[in-house]
């Protein structure tokens, strides 16, 4: 099905509390789920939407992203007609090239949302992961004639300490937003925004074009928190799993719940695949003495210890009397003989010689950064 | 544009000693080694070897083939200027035939490589596992001045009587060459491989079509009347892995090879990458109380039960309880809860029964045809095992035997 709609992705949020996580990379570069990156998830709902432009805002550490996304053809968006456009930060005589906050970055980028023949945008932020498509939103945001439809889920009444674009809504019996909150302090709502919204590609230059004028430079804080009476906003409700990577907690709680076959089946399910790069990694390899239990393993792992309650990705190799539990071992690792490994998270590359244990607790996994030896 | 060098891959052979595995699709389609299809293998080894234009022909019940390769992408060979074309049968206006042996479906399509205009022609065929640099042979073959070169692959002697047998003298030439030899003089077999100066193949062929007796085969006619014109004729002593898995227990054989220790056949060379369609799948999920040793697993699968010394294809389940041993398990594959399943072939979208034992021992009364199989026990493509049933080893499970198709998991 064709959509009349394009997707516009700003994954220029920063996030402290991913501490060594984000340090090298966007937060949409973020591995997740064994072989995903986080952009995966928001780009596959796109795509499976029938979505067939997509404009991708990037700010800084780019690099990775660039290197995930290449030509967009593992997501089928390497077009002669649309497609993927990378959308890079550059500098002209009324830009510095460095983006002060998402209004700043779309209105860098208007050639690309007035040159696109659909009428609706998708509008998107890059560290929320879920498995939807968005058809029967679009539908519903005409057929309420709302300004904007804002995704939404149900999440918990607390805001946690690490709070991150927990952005609340409060809502009329017919779902229209009648007031929003940026990080309270006490919500009181417990429907958090999904980073998802849909609107007409004019309301959306016209609403850049007036925040940039009075010297404004955030969507969320400078126009959608102040809009909710002008403008119709309506909220859309999603009840699948959703995942915010708002911290290395997040990030950890996340991917272990990937065990429950539940969440599985909902991140991944197979009427809406999730693309991502391929490394034509051959299969991965259980030797002799494996033991693998309550795990999620990608290709080209080489398993000759034991791993239990993990996440591992692609060509991670456990050796011979090495232990790891309650882990998420990222591309590549390599843990080596009669190692203890428990509540860690070993970025891309991280090195670990024989013999080593490494403890965290439920709570405060420890974190290596990439390329690290131990 | 002019290449020099083009890629023909024979493709066409139905595999008929690989039996039901191959009732609908082509034997190049055929998976192999956990996440492959065979034809992969010769497709990858001319990517890594930078030949970037390749024919694959294909005759026997090409779809499979031709929707597996599509554009040719997953092995880089969507290219601008060359990239991979299927070549099927076609007719002409005053005849048009069926590829009557392998040098013919070459000769029928000599347009195609001549519009490469290259000065060498690489002949592979779709059912060899091996990885090998096609770039070295070619040097070999310019090095030796040589018309035609043949990869060769030195064998026990007392095997060499089931190969064609290239007799060479110290600097490699070919004096002779014997199919399956009785008494054989030498033990280096001919891997089915040839490089040819284009120029010299085209004439060669064109006389061979005209001969009415002949067979237009490679091995038998081509290389024999290179040989017996008198052309420099040399082989290209090759070391390391190759298998023919032109039957169901070579197929098996080859699997076990990948994951026996150290393995006979490494795939996980980074230098050297098998490239393949990949299944869009999650990461494979092993469950709390599941056993995996020396096998293979890979995206999409479900492991619940036991698995070892196996190879499970993508999107494959293994219920609790179930067991699984020295098999190989085709995508899709489903092994229902508290089922055995022994030294067996499982086909694509394949389910085993709850209970169901697969591959038992022989028991008094039984009668089995395992003239394809010995002792391996297969179950075709789409076939649904009941609960509790018992296959002795050697079995072929196909539609009348077992019960009916499985449309519905």
């Not at chain 1, 064994?34 to 979505?51: A, K, M, Q």
């Not at chain 1, 805001?159 to 674009?165: G, I, K, R």
């Not at chain 2, 052309?231 to 298998?243: D, E, I, L, M, N």
Request: contains cysteine; hydrophobic residues 35%.
């Amino acid at each position: 099905m064709t959509s009349n709609a394009f997707g516009l992705i700003y994954t220029g949020e920063t996030n402290p509390f991913l501490r060594d996580l984000a340090l090298s990379r966007s937060v949409a570069a973020v591995p997740f789920g064994g072989r995903y990156r986080c952009i995966d998830f928001i780009l596959s709902d796109l795509v499976n939407t029938g979505v067939t432009s997509v404009g991708l805002i990037t700010q800084k550490n780019y690099h990775s992203l660039m290197d995930h996304l290449g030509a967009g053809k593992e997501w089928d968006l390497h077009r002669k007609r649309e497609g993927l456009f990378m959308l890079p930060p550059f500098m002209t005589k009324e830009n510095t090239g460095l983006y002060r906050g998402s209004v700043d970055a779309i209105r860098s980028c208007l050639g690309y949302v007035r040159r696109n023949p659909q009428q609706y945008v998708i509008l998107s932020g890059s560290h929320t992961i879920f498995n939807m498509t968005f058809n029967d939103m679009i539908a519903r945001h005409i057929e309420t004639r709302a300004n904007i439809t804002m995704l939404y889920n149900e999440g918990e009444f607390a805001a946690s300490e690490e709070q991150n674009l927990d952005l609340r809504l409060l809502m009329d019996s017919s779902e229209r937003i009648t007031e929003m909150e940026l990080n309270p302090f006490s919500p009181r709502s417990a429907f958090r925004s999904c980073d998802v919204m849909i609107m007409d590609k004019l309301l959306l230059e016209y609403l850049v074009e007036e925040a940039y004028s009075h010297g404004d430079y955030d969507l969320t804080r400078d126009i959608l928190l102040k809009k909710c009476q002008t403008l119709k906003i309506m909220g859309y409700r999603y009840d699948g799993y959703v995942a915010r990577l708002d911290s290395v907690n997040d990030f950890f709680r996340h991917n272990l719940a990937l065990l429950q076959p539940e969440v599985r089946n909902d991140l991944f399910n197979p009427a809406h695949p999730i693309y991502t790069k391929v490394k034509d990694e051959v299969s991965a390899k259980y030797g002799e003495n494996a033991v693998v239990r309550n795990s999620m393993l990608a290709d080209g792992c080489q398993i000759e210890g034991t791993v239990e309650n993990s996440i591992v990705f692609r060509g991670v190799s456990v050796k011979k009397g090495a232990v790891v539990k309650n882990s998420i071992l990222m591309q590549g690792v390599s843990i080596g003989e009669n190692c203890m490994m428990d509540h860690v998270i070993l970025d891309k590359g991280v090195v670990v010689r024989e013999g080593r244990t490494l403890t965290g607790y439920d709570g405060f996994p420890i974190i290596l950064k990439k390329g690290t030896t131990i | 544009m002019k290449k020099r060098i083009v890629a023909m891959l024979l493709a066409g052979g139905q595999g008929s000693r690989l039996g039901v595995l191959t009732s609908s699709m082509a034997k190049p389609a055929v998976p192999f080694g956990g996440k492959y299809r065979i034809i992969d293998f010769p497709l990858s080894n001319c990517v890594n070897s930078d030949i970037d234009t390749v024919g694959v022909l294909t005759q026997y019940r090409p779809l499979a083939l031709n929707s597996y390769i599509g554009t040719g992408q997953h092995w880089d060979l969507d290219r601008m200027n060359g990239g991979v074309f299927l070549l099927p049968p076609y007719v002409t206006g005053v005849d048009g035939r069926w590829y009557t042996g392998t040098a013919n479906a070459i000769y029928q399509n000599r347009e195609f490589v001549d519009q490469y205009d290259p000065d060498y022609v690489l002949i592979l065929s779709g059912d060899h596992i091996y990885k090998m640099d096609y770039g070295a042979m070619l040097r070999f073959h310019i090095e030796k001045g040589a018309v035609a070169t043949i990869a060769v692959l030195p064998v026990p002697m007392e095997e060499a009587h089931r190969f064609g047998i290239m007799n060479t003298d110290e600097n490699d030439h070919v004096i002779s060459f014997e199919e399956k030899p009785k008494q054989p003089k030498s033990n280096k077999a001919s891997m089915g491989i040839y490089i040819f100066n284009w120029r010299a193949l085209k004439e060669c062929m064109s006389l061979d079509d005209e001969n009415p007796d002949s067979t237009n085969d490679f091995g038998s006619d081509i290389i024999p009347a290179f040989i017996n014109g008198g052309q420099s004729v040399v082989a290209y002593p090759f070391k390391g892995y190759w298998k023919d898995v032109g039957t169901i227990q070579s197929l098996w054989e080859a699997n076990m090879d990948i994951i026996s220790t150290p393995p006979k056949l490494v795939l996980n060379d980074p230098q050297w990458r098998i490239y393949t369609r990949n299944p869009i799948m999650p990461p494979h999920y092993v469950g709390e109380n599941a056993s995996i040793t020396q096998s293979l697993v890979t995206e999409g699968c479900r492991v619940e039960g036991k698995v070892h010394h196996s190879v499970l294809f993508s999107n494959v389940s293994i219920e609790a309880e179930a067991e699984v041993y020295d098999s190989v398990i085709f995508p899709g594959a489903v092994i229902r809860r508290g089922a055995k399943v022994y030294k067996a072939i499982v086909g694509e979208n394949s389910v085993i029964g709850e209970r169901s034992i697969i591959g038992g021992e022989l028991r008094l009364g039984d009668s089995v045809d395992n003239s394809l199989t010995g002792t391996i026990t297969l179950v075709g493509n789409d076939i649904s095992i009941q609960p509790e049933a018992y296959l002795p080893q050697g079995t072929v499970a196909t539609e009348d035997a077992c019960g009916g198709r499985c449309y519905d998991k």
